[in-house]
């Protein structure tokens, strides 16, 4: 059993979900996947070699974390009042048809 | 043999949040991600990690599912039942090279220090200085939610 391949078994996953999803919320599930994996590596590696270090220092990963997820909530939250969708293809397509219009 | 099990409901859990359509549906995996996370480490002799991990989850996913009902667009369809059982044996196909291979690599010496040791000697400074910053977007929050009601009276 090896938990830095299975870290980067999770990471590969939270990558490929972050370029494909087209779904905000699903994006920030992505972007939470790969913290999971990051601080799975950290813990991982820091029980290995018994220390209690990288326990106390997973506490500012955490913090990070919860940190990027407010952020990324109270964008997705502004961005599904302006719009009206959490999708980004839609979004995109909004956003061209406010500048097409503006030109002409 | 109990954490090659666990592993591969990790990587399962995480193959349905990502995939599944139905956002509470994937929210659900996701709790099962973090669930499984925090056993991991648990079963490696990292309880605090696991308790954070478990806090920390639980509050993420609190907002998820209420941002998830709220926000998220409504599926065309719904998912099928072999579209999850795939999903479940592409989770599976992902977890067996954590099982059978490794990463052989040499471990650097670091310090002996205990969890407590850690938090208050090396980290003290800044566990106090984020406790400070939690203070004070708690007070910001309390000062604009009563100038809010101040005026709407």
Redesign the interface.
Known sequence: ??????SL??LG??V??LLT?R????V???V??IA?AA??NF???????G??????????A??T??AV?AII?AL??IV?KKYG???ISEILKMQDKVESEAEA | MI??II?VG??VS??L???IDE?VY??AA?AG??FF?AI??IL???P??AI??FV?GV??LA??FL??EM???KPIKKASPQKTFALIGIGVV??L???F???TGS?GT??????????WN??GM??IL?ALVVLTVALGIAIILYEKRKGGQ
């Open positions: 059993m090896d938990f830095v391949i299975l078994v999770m996953l939270g490929y979900g999803n779904q905000l919320l699903k920030f599930i992505s939470e996947l999971t601080t799975l813990v991982m590696l820091a029980s290995s070699t220390q209690g270090l990288g326990q106390a220092i997973l506490i500012l955490f913090s974390d919860t997820s909530l997705l939250v599904s969708t959490s999708n | 954490l090659e592993s990790l990587i995480a193959c949040a990502l995939f956002m994937s929210v996701l991600t973090f996370t991991l480490y490696n002799g990292s605090f990690a954070f991990q920390v509050g993420t907002i998820l941002s998830g926000l998220g667009d992902l977890s090279p954590a099982i291979l490794s990463v471990t670091m310090s002996d220090a205990s969890f407590g040791d850690a938090l090396l980290r800044d566990v984020q």
